[in-house]
């Protein structure tokens, strides 16, 4: 299946992935006037130091802990595509506790947030790859 | 070829959704001695807090039996097994035939003896559906709640129960709360935040004696109540294996791929005890993530195939009035610590493994850190002192994230 791979090489560290993830889960049309004066809570987050960055989000293993640790249910795996039911998480954080890349955090209402490949909010495409602008961020199909 | 599943939770869930990945056609049967849908034991506390309702606290969708082919048999007990003739008795006097069975039996409450409890009208275990309802219905505003045992099953039920603006008094014959996955520090962290919400500690006591609505402690201290909660502990339900000479200690001995001692008869979940791998000793590791994959490896063996889950660790993630915990393997080794006002981290390693952290407030990426002791990493394959200070893939090698991240094997 697709999935977003990163290559650290071509990350400029501009976190304007953060922003395209931040946006996408916004109804807003224009991203200036969507984002403007509030914190984001992307779904995918820069790591950097010393000149190194690159952009880290859900892997969507094949094996999830996150999903079989889930006390309640609400983290799904279907088609390849892990995600959060919203309305059932209770906050506890097991999935936290169980995702070995750091890929799922709390969000402001309570339940936890994950990236989903997008496909809630923008059709499947993910925004954080059409927003990199130097092709640090792919979605294509490797071999698995 | 035919699977017979005692109980019906996490364990169940995960060995139904493992066998269907291998045998679309097998029958399986699921006994329950309880009278619903698979539902989420953890989550009774949220159920008294408003956070779930009952249908939300469903663990799979009403469709699953249905889709995976299970027959269930609600209300049932399992009495006997006979491990010659392959049947499970059930209390109702029918015998029910296996191929493959698994007991996922789970824990029952322990409750101590305790000179007049029998006098004790209004009171309660906490670990089922229907221990929430009947407490529930029992709480008005102002009840005076005594809760035995300041573990996790005794602070969450405080917590899920103060929505109703109760008094709770928490009794433990620990020195502190949550003496199982904190250490010292972090239980005083604790102990403080939930006393600033309104509950109220006897540690280091014990009740020596019981009477209709007043318990009187070891130093002769009368604390009055209208309701008593019992959550000193649960103990596994080994019974079924243990009557018929198969292996148990505390919990059913399983191996890494979860048969028990006795033939074609395989366990998982909290009735059983297998290795931890952050310290190599057997033990009972009562969590429902550890249930779901010994079930689901369970599965996975019952119907034909050969899979190993060998990487059981304790840990915890649990919230208490809006304070995070989240703990993981063992507190032996040297110890990284850091802390502040609102959070506090300590990780204990030891021969170039990570052991065991506790993590309070502050309990972003945790994962990686339990990845750590899960996979037993070698702590000099990644800039240890980084890691220490911030989880993250960037402690790892830059061929080690290129895996990671970039699918590159």
Redesign the interface.
């Known amino acids: 299946m697709k999935?977003v791979?990163?290559?650290?090489k071509w990350c400029l560290g501009c976190h304007l992935c953060e922003y395209y993830c931040a946006f996408a889960s916004t109804n807003e049309k224009d991203m200036a006037r969507a984002l403007k004066d509030i914190r984001i809570h992307p779904r995918i987050r820069i790591?950097?130091?010393d000149g190194?960055s690159?952009a880290?989000s859900c892997?969507h293993c094949d094996e999830p802990?996150?999903v079989?640790?889930c006390?309640?249910?609400a983290l799904t795996r279907k088609d390849g595509i892990i995600t959060i039911d919203r309305?059932?998480c209770?906050?506890?954080?097991?999935?936290?506790?169980?995702?070995?890349?750091?890929a799922?955090?709390?969000s402001e209402d309570g339940a936890i947030q994950k990236c989903e490949l997008c496909i809630k909010t923008a059709g499947g495409t993910p925004k954080c790859v059409e927003g990199c602008p130097n092709g640090a961020i792919v979605f294509e199909e490797?071999g698995? | 070829m035919k699977y017979v599943i005692i109980g019906n939770s996490a364990a169940a869930v995960g060995a139904v959704e493992a066998i269907r990945k291998n045998d679309r056609e097998g029958r399986i049967v699921i006994i329950s001695n309880e009278s619903y849908h698979t539902y989420s034991r953890p989550l009774i506390s949220y159920l008294l807090l408003g956070k779930t309702d009952e249908n939300k606290m469903k663990y799979r969708s009403d469709s699953f039996y249905s889709e995976n082919g299970c027959e269930l048999m609600l209300n049932k007990t399992a009495v006997r097994i006979d491990p010659d003739k392959k049947t499970v008795l059930l209390d109702d006097g029918q015998n029910v035939s296996y191929d493959r069975l698994l007991i996922a039996t789970g824990s029952s409450p322990f409750v101590p003896p305790v000179k007049g409890l029998e006098k004790v009208k209004n009171k309660f275990t906490f670990t089922t559906l229907d221990d929430a309802k009947r407490l529930e219905s029992v709480l008005e505003e102002n009840t005076k709640v005594l809760i035995v045992g300041a573990g996790l099953i005794g602070l969450k039920c405080a917590e899920g129960i103060s929505r109703k603006k109760v008094e709770t008094v928490c009794i433990d014959l620990s020195t502190r709360v949550l003496s199982s996955i904190l250490d010292e520090e972090g239980s005083e962290i604790i102990k403080r935040h939930l006393e600033n919400n309104n509950i109220s500690f006897f540690l280091n006591h014990q009740i020596i004696e019981l009477s209709e609505n007043t318990a009187i402690l070891d130093d002769n201290t009368e604390i009055p109540f209208d309701v008593l909660v019992m959550a000193v502990g649960v103990r596994p339900n080994i019974s079924l294996l243990k009557d018929i000479g198969g292996k148990t200690n505390r919990g059913i001995v399983i191996d890494e791929r979860c048969r028990t001692s006795i033939p074609d008869i395989y366990a998982a979940g909290d009735c059983c005890e297998c290795i931890d791998v952050s310290s190599g000793e057997m033990r009972v590791m009562a969590l429902l993530p550890n249930a779901y994959m010994q079930g689901e490896c369970a599965g996975m063996n019952m119907s034909g195939a050969d899979y190993v889950f060998d990487k059981a660790i304790p840990m915890n993630a649990i919230g208490l009035f809006g304070k995070h915990i989240i703990t993981a393997g063992t507190y032996a080794g040297d110890v990284y610590y850091e802390a502040d006002q609102e959070n506090y981290k300590k990780l204990f390693y030891s021969n170039n493994k990570l052991n065991g952290y506790i993590l309070i407030g502050n309990i972003e990426k945790a994962g990686i850190y339990t990845s750590l002791i899960r996979e037993r990493t070698p702590l000099d394959t990644l800039d240890f002192d980084l890691i220490c200070k911030v989880p993250g893939l960037m402690a790892f090698s830059k061929e080690e994230r290129a895996c990671k991240l970039g699918g590159i094997a």
């Open positions: 999935r791979y990163v290559n650290e790591e950097e130091k190194i690159f880290v892997r802990l996150c079989k640790g006390i309640t249910g309305n059932r209770i906050g506890c954080y097991t999935c936290i506790l169980s995702c070995p890349f750091g799922v955090s709390p490797r698995e």
